[in-house]
C-alpha cells in the first residue's frame, strides 16, 4: 500500500478521462457514467473504450484501453470482474495514471473473487498507479465538475464527504441540499485495495476547497495512520465519522458489503475522540453535525441564551441545554428591566426568555441586542413560533448574526414548511434545526471541539 | 376539582358558541377565534359577544353573556384578567355549559394573578361548569370542523393531542400533516383550574374517533389519577407522552410558563413505564412514536428482517436492531437458494439481504414474499436507495403489506424528495422514516408494547 495521497490528484481533478465499458444503452451503468460526466460539465477530452466500436453521446469508442493516447489521467472502469486484472494491466502500460472501479464481485463475495483482489493488490504495489475502488460508486469533485459517479449530484459547497458506501453519498447530498448547503468533493471508497481512507483524509485535509470533512466508515484500513493524520486536520477542519459494524451483526453485514473487517468498537470510540473527530451515533446526527459545525465556530465556554415566542418550546430547549451540561444564566438587572420594557406584562424575561405571543419582529432584534451585551460568551438559540412572520425574521436574525459575536443557532418547529426560508438562512450561516434538542446537541459539540482545541494548544 | 370527566361533551362538542370579547379588528385574537370558527365549519349559533355592538363576520354582537339565549354549550374568552371573574360568573348565571378561556397573566406571572387563580378555582369548585385554561389557546375537535384554537389546523385523522402548550399544538399539526397523518382532537390546557389532563386522558380514552393519545405535559395536577387511568387507555390505544422540566432549570422554565409545579423526573419516568405509557425523551422520539404507533400494531416478538439494494444503509440497520435487542436471523437456506436464483451473483441473501443496485421493482415484492414464510414473526424493514422507482416500489409495498402478516417499516432515505410518496405509504398504514434508525427506534417500542400487552393479560 503506498502511503501518501500522493497522485490522487490525477485523479481527482483529471484533464483527461478514458471509461472503460462506455455504453450506448441508456439502461446500463456504461452509459450513465459517459452521461453524468458529459451533462456534469467535464471539459477534457472524453474517450469511450469499448471494443465493439460505435458511438456513445457522440464520441466514437476507442476499441482497447491500449488504443488510447498515452498518459490519460483518468480511467473509469465499469467491466466484469473477469477483465479487472488484465484492464488494470493495460492502463499501466498506457501510462493511464489513476482508475476508478465500479465493478462489484471481489472479497465482498467470498472466496474467488478474494482471489482477484489479491492479485491486484500486489499489481498495484508494485506501481505509482492509483486506483479507488473496485466496488465502489465513484467519485464526484463538483467544484470542477469531474462528475465519475452513478450517485444524485449535490448543489456546490464546502463540505467534502469519504463514504463506504455509494447510497450514502446520495443521501447525503439530498440531506444537505435539502438545507440549502453543497458538496465540494465526494468520494466512495469500496474495498479500498489502493487507496485508503487516510489518502482520502490526507487530501481532504490539504484541499482549500473543503472546510469540513464527513466520513461513512466502515472499517479503517489504515487505522494508525488515519488517527494520526486526523489530529492534524482536526486543527484546520472539523470532521465527523459515522462509523459503522459497531455490534457483532454490523461487523458481519460489514463484511458482505466491501469485504471489510471491523475493529473493536470501543477502542475506535476512544481513539476517535483523542484526536477531535466528532463522532455519530446515528444517521440523522451524522446530517445535524455536518450541517452545523460547517456553518458555525467552535464555542469557547458553556453559557446558552434561550429566545422564544412560545413557552413549551422554551422549557423543552432548557431541558437539554442542561442535560448537556450547558448554564443558563438570567439577564442582568439592567437587561431583565429594559426586556420588561417593551414586552407583554405575561412574557417572562428570565432565561429562557418567553416574550409570548408575538408578530412584531422587532422584538427579536431587541431582545438579541440586550443579551449581545450580557457578559458570558455563549450560544444563542431562538425558537419562533408558526406565528412569526418569517421572511422579515429571517432578515433580522441574518442582521443580527452578524452584528452580535454570540453565535445564533435558529430551531424553526414547522420547518416542513419553510424551506426557502431555511435555505436563507443557511446560506447565511445561521443553522436552523428542526427541534430545539437537535439545535442544542449540536452547540453541546462545539463547545466540546472548542476545549479540545484549547488541550491542543496546550500540549 | 371534579373528579371526572362528565360535561366535557358540550366543551368539545358544543351545539352553540359564544366569542366573549369578539373584535372585528383583524389583528385582535378575538377576530382570529371567530374567523377560525366561521371558516373552520361550524355550523350552529355562534354569538359574538362585545359591549360596543358592531357585527363580527356579519354576525351582530350581543352586549353582554346575561344578554345570550339560556344554555349556551360553550363560551371562548378572549378578555382581559381584570374582566375574567364576572365573566366566569355571568357565564354560570346565564346556563353556559363550559368555557375556554385563552387569556394568560395568572400563576405563571406572579402574586396578583395568582390571587385571581385562586379565586377562579373556588368559584368553579361549586358547579358543574367546566373551564379550559385559562392561558391556553384553545382546542379543535376536528371531524365536527370545531376549530375553537388560535394555532395551525391539521388535516382531519386519528390522532388525538393534550399539549399544555399551544406552540406544541402546531408544532404537532404541521409535523404530522407533511407525513400524511392527521388530527382527531387536540387540546391545550394551560393553568389547568379546572380541567386537567387526567379529565383529558379520560375523556380521549372513551372517544372512539381517537386511535393515539399523545401528551405534552410540563406537570401533572392529578398525578395518580391520571396513571391509574392511563393503566386502563393502554389496554386499549398506544398513549405517548413527552414530559418537559426533567431538570431543574426546566422545572423553573415551566412555573414561568404555566405555573405548574413538575414532580421528581425519575419517579415519574418509573411510574409511565409501569401503567404502558411510552415516555418519549425529546421532540423527535415524540413525533416518530406517534406516527408510528399510530399505523403498526404491537409487536409480540423480536426478530426483524432487514431487504435493502444497498450495503451501507443495511449495515447500520443491522447496528441499530442488535443496539435494540432485536435478533437478525438469516432466511433458511431454502429461502436463501430462491433468492439467489433471481438476485445478482454478488448481492448478499442473508439478513440484512442486500440486493445491490436494482431497478426492477418485482425483486422487492420476491424477497417479501420469501421472508413472509420465514417461521419468526417479527419486522421487516425495507431500505430503498434512490435509484427505486419510487411509484412503483411504494404500489409494491402497499400490495405486500397487505398480503404478510410482518408489519413493515420503509426507512427512504431521500424524504425530502418523496413527500406524495411518503403520504401514499402512510395513508396505506406502512411507516415511512428518514433513517434506519428512526425506524428501528419505533419498533423497539412496539416491541417493548407487545410485552407491556401481555403482562397485563397475565396479571
Redesign the interface.
Known amino acids: 500500500m503506498k502511503s501518501s495521497s500522493h497522485g490522487l490528484d490525477s485523479l481527482f481533478c483529471p484533464q483527461s478521462i478514458a471509461v472503460v465499458g462506455a455504453s450506448a444503452d441508456p439502461?446500463k451503468?456504461g452509459f450513465r457514467v459517459m452521461r453524468n460526466l458529459v451533462e456534469g460539465g467535464f471539459r477534457g477530452p472524453l474517450y469511450p473504450v469499448n471494443p465493439k466500436g460505435g458511438e456513445v453521446l457522440g464520441r466514437v469508442c476507442v476499441p482497447s484501453v491500449r488504443r488510447l493516447p498515452k498518459g490519460v489521467d483518468l480511467a473509469i472502469l465499469v467491466i466484469p470482474r473477469s477483465g479487472m486484472l488484465s484492464a488494470l494491466r493495460e492502463c499501466i502500460d498506457a501510462d493511464v495514471r489513476s482508475a476508478v472501479a465500479l465493478t462489484?464481485?471481489f472479497r465482498?463475495?467470498g472466496e474467488e473473487?478474494d482471489r482477484v483482489q489479491e492479485e491486484m493488490e500486489a499489481l498495484l504495489k508494485r506501481t505509482p498507479f492509483r486506483l479507488l475502488g473496485p466496488?465502489c460508486a465513484g467519485f464526484l469533485n463538483n467544484l470542477q465538475d469531474v462528475y465519475a459517479s452513478i450517485?444524485?449530484r449535490p448543489p456546490k459547497g464546502n463540505l467534502s464527504l469519504i463514504?463506504?458506501?455509494?447510497?450514502?453519498m446520495?443521501?447525503f447530498a439530498?440531506?444537505m441540499?435539502?438545507r440549502g448547503l453543497g458538496v465540494a468533493k465526494s468520494v466512495s471508497m469500496g474495498n479500498k485495495v489502493d487507496v485508503t481512507e487516510a489518502d482520502l483524509l490526507e487530501y481532504l485535509g490539504e484541499d482549500e476547497e473543503t472546510h469540513l470533512i464527513a466520513c461513512?466508515l466502515?472499517d479503517l484500513r489504515e487505522g494508525k495512520r488515519f488517527l494520526s493524520i486526523a489530529r492534524e486536520v482536526s486543527k484546520k477542519k472539523p470532521i465527523v465519522v459515522?462509523k459503522?459494524?459497531?455490534?457483532?451483526?454490523?461487523k458481519?453485514?460489514?463484511f458482505?458489503?466491501?469485504g471489510a473487517l471491523a475493529g473493536e468498537d470501543r477502542v475506535i470510540d476512544g481513539a476517535l475522540r483523542q484526536v477531535g473527530i466528532f463522532r455519530a451515533e446515528?444517521?440523522?446526527e451524522f446530517y445535524d453535525l455536518s450541517y452545523g459545525l460547517s456553518l458555525s465556530k467552535p464555542l469557547f465556554g458553556n453559557h446558552i441564551g434561550i429566545l422564544s415566542d412560545?413557552?413549551?418550546?422554551?422549557?423543552?430547549a432548557?431541558?437539554?441545554?442542561?442535560?448537556y451540561g450547558f448554564r443558563?444564566l438570567p439577564p442582568s438587572q439592567e437587561n431583565q428591566e429594559e426586556l420588561r420594557r417593551f414586552l407583554p406584562?405575561?412574557s417572562?424575561v428570565?432565561n429562557?426568555i418567553?416574550m409570548?405571543?408575538t408578530r412584531d419582529v422587532s422584538w427579536y432584534a431587541r431582545a438579541l441586542g440586550l443579551l449581545s451585551k450580557e457578559p458570558w460568551h455563549g450560544f444563542l438559540v431562538i425558537i419562533p413560533?408558526?406565528f412569526t412572520v418569517r421572511n422579515e425574521l429571517a432578515e433580522t436574525l441574518i442582521d443580527a448574526s452578524r452584528h452580535i459575536a454570540q453565535p445564533l443557532f435558529v430551531s424553526w418547529?414547522?420547518p416542513?414548511?419553510i424551506p426557502e426560508t431555511m435555505r436563507q438562512l443557511t446560506q447565511n450561516k445561521v443553522p436552523v434545526y428542526?427541534?430545539?434538542?437537535?439545535a442544542i446537541h449540536v452547540m453541546a459539540k462545539l463547545a466540546s471541539y472548542g476545549r479540545w482545541l484549547s488541550n491542543q494548544e496546550r500540549l
Chains 1, 2 share one sequence.
Do not use: C
Open positions: 439502461e451503468m462489484s464481485g465482498e463475495v473473487g466496488n450517485e444524485i463514504s463506504q458506501s455509494g447510497s450514502l446520495s443521501a439530498s440531506n441540499g435539502a461513512y466502515e459515522l459503522a459494524g459497531r455490534t457483532p451483526e454490523g458481519k453485514a460489514t458482505s458489503h466491501t446515528t444517521l440523522d412560545a413557552g413549551g418550546p422554551g422549557v423543552i432548557t431541558d437539554a441545554a442542561v442535560g443558563i406584562p405575561f417572562s428570565a429562557p418567553d409570548t405571543f413560533s408558526h418547529l414547522s416542513w414548511e428542526t427541534t430545539p434538542e437537535r
